[in-house]
Structures are given as structure tokens and as C-alpha cells.
């Protein structure tokens, strides 16, 4: 088992058999590449996903990606951030439009494998509009999100829709679908919130920190703390407080969503396939409180360890609770 784990990380996708609507290899590639690079705690989930569903899955995977890297591209400059938002906002609607042709000439690979890919799935559109409105609020947010609150909605729109668009592929019968919606906007919020604790210390060489606003009120923190760590003990209980509270709110709506999945009988290859992607962020609360709650320190979770490769490998076969 550990084995497989290890090729898991090392090996490229092996190419996949052709469906229906099937982007190219070479598009699907990009998408791949993309996802590793950036998101790999991500690409090794999809690595072991159903493989009729893993084309469309890098897709919006990579759609993902590429959303959320808008605003560290354009930086202070915000219209050219809307820009590159607007164009994407204008591919989703070409491929669920009459523009679906010309998204599939497109130069961008991503456009193109999502032209192939969306059309034959019967995805909801509105789920990718979700996405983009809660990218394009996010980019006017320049130093620190002004409440917690803020934080959570933004989680609940990028990562809880991830995951419905993820139950959708999975092609379930209407009562499955909504119980196991219900379980995927607990998950999602998780994920998000988890995710804004886990790019603390990569949020201060750019001048910015996760941690909302009226937390800091709350626990007398200052910007100067929050980018350049504490330097006294008193302002390190007030930091470590802080993520105290963002983790706690993970850790709720995780807690929540496991009982749901018992209480809800949510079927088990939604389990180990659409829900794989919370046992990272499982993981990472965990160390994060052993740590003390100190989420500036970089090595905190290590999604390539071999360790999280051999549980999420069993995982996607016993399910991740």
C-alpha cells in the first residue's frame, strides 16, 4: 500500500480512455500539470477518482486554480484583476451558451478542456458564477478580510461549490443528491476556512493576512503582528488565539459534517470520492493544534509526506471518517 502511495505522487496521469465530449490529451495535460503545481494535495484526490470522471474533474480543478490566482497576479491592481475574471465569467458563459464552439477554439487549453468537458456533463453553470462573484468580491479585500463572517461566506461560495459541481459528476438519484449536499456546504466551509489558515505565513511576503479584522479587535492584535509575527509572549497567545477561533470554525463545521454523513447515510462512494479532499484538511487541524495553533509555521501539514499518500490511498477505498 505504501508503495502505491509513493508512485501516486511521482507519476504523471496515465492518458485516459476516450468518452464523449472528451477534451484533448494535450489540454487535459495542461490541466493535470496545472493542478500539480499548484494544488496538489488536490491532484493526488483526483488522481483517485473515478477515472469516467476524472477529465471533467482537472478541469474544474484547474478552473479553480486559475480563479484563485487572479488576485496574487494582478496584485494592488484591481481592474486588471476583473479583467481576467470577467474573461473567464465570459468562457463559462460561451460553453453553456450558443458560444459553445468558439470556446472551443479557444487559445486558452483550460477553456478548450472545459468546452469539451461541461456540455455532455449536465453541470450547473451557476455554480462557476458562484465562484467568480465570490473571486472578483475578494479582490477589492486588500490587507485582511474585515470579519470572520466574511471569511466563512467566502468559503462557502468557492469550496462548497467545488464540491456540488463534484456530487454532480457522481450522477446520484435526487434523495442522495440532497443529502449529500448537505453534508458538501459543511465540508466546503471547512476546507475554506482551513484554507485561509493555511496561507498565513504565505500572506505576509505579500503584505496580507487571513485573519479577519474583528478578530484581531477582539484579541488586540496589530497589522505589524500579524505580518511580521509576535515579539513578545503576550503577542503570541494573542496571534495563537486568533487562529484559535478561525480553526474552531473548522473544526465546527468538519465536526457537523461527519455527523451528517452517519445521521444521513450518505453513500459510501460519495465517501471515498467527492469527500476525500476533507481528510487534508482534517489533518492539518490536528497538527495545527498540536502546534499549539501557531498556523505562521510552514511545516505544519505536509500533504506530499508519504504517510497522508498511504491514508488518502486507503481512504479513497474505506472512506476518509
Known amino acids: 500500500m505504501r508503495a502505491a502511495a509513493a508512485r501516486l505522487g511521482r507519476r504523471r496521469p496515465r492518458p485516459l480512455p476516450p468518452i464523449r465530449g472528451a477534451a484533448s490529451r494535450a489540454d487535459l495535460q495542461h490541466c493535470w500539470d496545472l493542478v500539480q503545481r499548484s494544488d496538489y ?12 470522471i476524472q477529465p471533467a474533474l482537472v478541469a474544474i480543478r484547474a478552473f479553480n486554480v486559475e480563479t484563485a490566482a487572479v488576485k496574487t497576479v ?17 468562457a463559462i458563459e460561451a460553453i453553456y451558451g450558443d458560444g459553445e464552439a468558439g470556446a472551443a477554439q479557444s487559445n486558452e487549453p483550460l477553456t478548450r478542456a472545459l468546452a469539451a468537458e461541461l456540455p455532455a456533463r449536465g453541470l450547473t453553470a451557476a455554480h462557476f458564477h458562484r465562484i467568480l462573484d465570490a473571486r472578483e468580491r475578494d479582490l477589492e479585500v486588500t490587507e485582511q478580510p474585515d470579519a470572520l463572517r466574511d471569511v466563512e461566506a467566502y468559503a462557502d461560495a468557492t469550496q462548497s461549490s467545488l464540491l456540488y459541481l463534484y456530487l454532480e459528476l457522481l450522477q446520484l438519484d435526487a434523495d442522495a443528491m440532497r443529502r449529500a449536499q448537505r453534508v458538501a456546504q459543511n465540508f466546503g466551509v471547512a476546507i475554506g476556512v482551513a484554507t485561509a489558515l493555511r496561507a498565513l505565513p504565505h500572506l505576509v511576503p505579500l503584505g496580507a493576512t487571513g485573519v479577519p479584522r474583528d478578530l484581531a479587535r477582539k484579541h488586540e492584535l496589530y497589522t505589524r503582528t500579524l505580518l511580521q509575527g509576535p515579539r513578545t509572549e503576550a503577542e503570541g497567545e494573542a496571534m495563537a488565539a486568533a487562529t484559535y477561533d478561525m480553526a474552531r470554525l473548522a473544526h465546527g463545521y468538519l465536526d457537523e459534517g461527519v455527523e451528517l454523513v452517519r445521521e444521513l447515510e450518505v453513500p459510501m462512494r460519495v465517501q471515498r470520492s467527492a469527500f476525500l479532499h476533507v481528510l487534508g484538511t482534517k489533518e492539518y487541524l490536528e ?10 509555521q510552514p511545516d505544519i501539514f505536509n500533504a506530499q509526506s508519504l504517510g497522508f499518500m498511504s491514508r488518502l490511498f486507503t481512504a479513497s477505498f474505506a472512506g476518509p471518517f
Do not use: H, M, T
Open 287 to 296: 497538527s495545527l493544534e498540536a502546534r499549539q495553533f501557531d498556523a505562521y
Open 74 to 90: 494582478a496584485g494592488e491592481n484591481v481592474l486588471a484583476g476583473r479583467v481576467r475574471i470577467q474573461f473567464w465569467r465570459d
Open 41 to 52: 494535495e488536490a491532484y493526488c484526490c483526483l488522481r483517485l477518482a473515478p477515472a469516467s
